[in-house]
């Protein structure tokens, strides 16, 4: 199942990533401000070079201070005025573009993992499909050569498959999620027959005369774990298809398994795992860790400031600042979360995602700013054990 661990690596990835693209439509609004007092080569129109170059270091120099509080002014050429406000117009409105698409992609990268899960799923049914159709195609082929055909359709039989076809809920939501392995058959027969069919524990149970319901399950869940789980092939095929699969793998495995658990026994009925054990909350949790920290980016960063002694925050690497950030947003704005659950948690993540020494850094500037913060009144928690490290 997904955990919150998890929702806070997916949306702190999309906030390196929001973080990037202010960086990137900043230097695309530069870029607007020297196209437009450059000169034209093309233009049989005689221009004053000189002017040309003082309008656009003025220009360049108010659009780089606009960011910068303290040295920001008003040009006192009206032509210059007008195109840093274009530039920062501009560069406002792809925040605000690339804002909404990554605050979206923030569930819908949750929501790839119900896919990822749904389509293995749905994989069992396709290679019970292509033990029918090889089977067939001896069948035929033996039947015109005069030989005796012995072709076993012992998966395309499983009773645990049957169930999965008549499950209403199951084939409901494979609608709802689009999936479709149609346009992957090719590749299904290739995995059946050069995978699936040379692996010995299948092959067991594809030769056995009748299978009972107790065998079924068994070899269907041995495909998961020891086929689509454990074969590089496979795993190749969805970190394709999905970019988020290594971080994804080990949450989709627990809710494969947990699903064709659900009908371990021929009388229970089918039920699909859920992501998470409470999703509405978990899902509204991570949107508000995602907006919240933009939202109140300017003030987080100047929480940092006032503790990075001898430090410029320029200097600080992106993906500990973004860290720093969350953390603090989670602190101050998440009053039912324990300080010592955050800071642990930013920690473990700081590991894997930013530099070897981050790990120390992260852990010493949220120690001292939850301190501070407690004994200000602006870290407010109200249970036990939530403000300590106890």
Not at 102 to 119: G, Q, Y
Not at 311 to 339: G, H, N, Q
Request: aromatic share 10%; glycine share 4%; charged share 35%.
């Amino acid at each position: 199942m997904i955990n919150r661990r998890s929702l806070r690596i997916k949306a702190f990835k999309n906030l390196y990533a929001y973080e990037s693209c202010k960086g990137a439509n900043i230097l695309l609004g530069s870029d607007m401000i020297g196209q437009k007092f450059s000169p034209d080569l093309n233009s049989m129109e005689i221009v004053d070079k000189a002017e040309l170059k003082r309008k656009k270091l003025l220009a360049e120099e108010g659009f780089g201070n606009h960011f910068d509080i303290e040295k920001r002014a008003i040009s006192p050429d009206p032509e210059v005025e007008n195109e840093v406000t274009e530039a920062l117009d501009f560069v406002k409105k792809q925040n605000q573009t690339d804002l909404k698409r990554l605050s979206k992609d923030v569930l819908d990268e949750a929501s790839n993992v119900t896919k990822d899960h749904l389509s293995i799923i749905a994989l069992l049914e396709e290679l019970a499909f292509q033990n029918k159709k090889l089977a067939d195609e001896k069948k035929s082929r033996t039947t015109i050569l005069g030989e005796k055909a012995q072709s076993s359709t012992n998966l395309y039989d499983n009773k645990v498959i049957t169930k999965l076809k008549g499950a209403e809920i199951y084939q409901n939501l494979k609608k709802d999620y689009k999936i479709n392995w149609s346009n992957h058959s090719d590749q299904i027969r290739d995995w059946y027959k050069g995978v699936l069919n040379k692996d010995e524990s299948f092959r067991e149970y594809i030769k056995k005369e009748s299978t009972n319901y107790e065998e079924d399950w068994v070899i269907l869940d041995y495909i998961c774990r020891g086929v689509i789980f454990k074969n590089d092939i496979f795993t190749s095929f969805f970190e394709d298809i999905d970019l988020d699969w290594s971080e994804n793998k080990p949450i989709v495995r627990s809710l494969v398994l947990k699903t064709i658990k659900s009908i371990k026994e021929e009388s229970d009925e089918f039920q699909i795992a859920d992501i998470s054990y409470n999703w509405e909350d978990d899902s509204e949790y991570v949107m508000e860790l995602f907006k919240v920290t933009t939202k109140e980016n300017d003030y987080l960063e100047s929480l940092l400031v006032g503790k990075l002694e001898n430090w410029d925050i320029e200097r600080v690497a992106m993906t500990d600042k973004v860290i720093l950030k969350m953390a603090l947003a989670e602190l101050i704005y998440f009053p039912s979360i324990p300080t010592k659950v955050t800071i642990n948690e930013f920690i473990e993540i700081s590991k894997t995602f930013s530099t070897p020494k981050s790990k120390k850094f992260v852990n010493g500037i949220l120690d001292k700013l939850t301190a501070d913060l407690i004994e200000q009144g602006i870290i407010r928690k109200s249970g036990r054990g939530l403000l300590d490290n106890k």
